[in-house]
């Protein structure tokens, strides 16, 4: 089965957690991530710069060990980025910012990548929505 997974949650949410170990078992009963999709606070696992206490999960990093392992298409919506104050080396420019705190995995790219994914997909998984 084909699956999209869709995180809208923080990294520190309790589903944020839920959604990489859903994806984790995913991969290992043998199915298919056509693409993860990090959307509103979603986008925070993805920054290079997320400090997460001793004692915890490190998510940003086991996200980006996980999809750098399984070669996964990992994408972080440009505006719930931008808007949060993730940006890549290219939207630091653009935008004239010190600084990017988004890196590979990760791409940046539309909703529209969320849609494509969803049509791809058996099944849209979404963890953390309102």
Sequence with gaps: MKFAIALFAP????????????????????????????YQDGVHSAASNVVTPQDELDLPLAWRNFINANQLDAVVCIA?????GLLNDQEAQRYGR??????????????GQLHEAAQQADRLVCFGGQ
């Design 11 to 38: 990294p520190h949410a309790p589903a944020a957690r839920r959604a990489l170990r859903f994806a984790e078992a995913t991969i290992a009963g043998g199915h298919e991530i056509v693409r993860l999709f990090f």
């Design 80 to 84: 719930a980025a931008l808007r949060r």
């Design 98 to 111: 010190p600084g990017a705190n988004l890196h590979a995995p990760w791409e940046l790219s539309g909703l």
